[in-house]
């Protein structure tokens, strides 16, 4: 009992405040690492179909989930609720206003389906996070400073951070900005070392402790490069750059699962590279206009209503 009213502890509402619709939802992806093996599947059962979870009685999502009413109560209070009819309050409020956000109107039969639904719901609801916690000014400060950079420096470690660096380059790259992205630790520092200012560096890391990655943040910043760092709040890597883009994401215990964190921090990429492009106006338009026609040229560009490139694609062959 001590360990779950430290718990409840740490994610409920002040006495008489109205939980966020959204929370409820944003809680349970929150607190998932600290629940108990029994409370995750109630979690997980919950997840599966948000609606029906609101009509079950507690007897129904317990034997549902294949644990004790007890545990069904322990896990409300876990999430912020009071009682397991507050939290089915709390969660039709959510759908009323958010249902579009939280679930797919499929119901799936089959395990590949069931699987399919956990995990794209998993990748949703850690962009939802990402964007409740976003600070807006500080990302705007973040796209100000890429758009006038006169060169952009990407780093990051490991499988999942690494890939997202590379992500950046491709995004940025089109925008005709001189942009490199490095995931060896000691090319990281020899590209730091070459900064300056009116150069510009983002740092993607999940953890924020990777060493390489915060030295070489320290390197370019001393040279007079500004930093920006998309990483977890009061880590020594967000202590270490200019801007910081904070953002928690709790991992899940599944070790079978995709890191959740790495969808909110694509979207965060993609928010920072369409800001970017937006900022640099006509120059930015105009160097995926001719982007756009390399491509059409090669027969590979997919139409969109905008920019259908049909016209130059219709007498090409089609080619990998």
């Not at 409820?24 to 998932?32: D, G, K, L």
């Not at 206003?97 to 995990?119: E, H, P, T």
């Amino acid at each position: 009992m001590e360990e779950g009213a430290t718990r409840r502890e740490s994610v409920q509402q002040p006495t008489g405040a109205v939980a966020s619709a959204i929370d409820i939802v944003s809680r349970i992806q929150r607190v998932e690492s600290t629940l108990s093996p029994a409370e995750r599947r109630v979690a997980e059962t919950v997840r599966q179909d948000f609606e029906a979870a609101t009509r079950l009685t507690i007897a129904e999502l317990a034997r549902r989930a294949g644990v004790s009413q007890p545990t069904v109560t322990r896990f409300c209070r876990s999430v912020g609720s009071l009682s397991f009819g507050e939290f089915k309050i709390q969660l039709a409020t959510t759908l009323t206003v958010a249902a579009a956000y939280l679930k797919s109107d499929r119901v799936f039969g089959d395990d590949a389906g069931q699987l399919a639904q956990a995990i794209m719901m998993n990748a949703a609801n850690a962009i939802r996070e990402g964007l409740d916690q976003l600070d807006t000014t500080a990302l705007g400060r973040a796209i100000g400073t890429m758009a006038a950079s006169r060169r952009i420096e990407i780093y990051g470690q490991g499988s999942a951070s690494a890939a997202i660096v590379e992500d950046a380059r491709l995004r940025l790259f089109r925008l005709s900005i001189p942009v490199a992205a490095y995931s060896d630790g000691q090319q990281q520092r020899m590209s730091a070392a070459t900064l300056g200012p009116g150069d510009c560096v983002l740092a993607i890391s999940n953890s924020g402790r990777s060493k390489p990655v915060i030295d070489a943040v320290a390197i370019a910043r001393s040279f007079g490069a500004t930093t920006v760092a998309l990483t977890r709040p009061a880590t020594p890597l967000a202590e270490a750059a200019d801007i910081v883009i904070a953002v928690t994401v709790e991992e899940v215990n599944d070790i079978l699962r995709p890191t959740p964190s790495r969808y909110a921090h694509m979207a965060i990429v993609d928010t920072l590279a369409t800001g970017v492009a937006a900022a640099l106006g006509s120059r930015g338009r105009e160097s995926l206009r001719r982007v756009r026609y390399t491509l059409a040229r090669l027969g590979v560009a997919i139409p969109a209503p905008s920019t259908d490139p049909s016209q130059i694609m219709k007498d090409l062959e089609p080619r990998e």
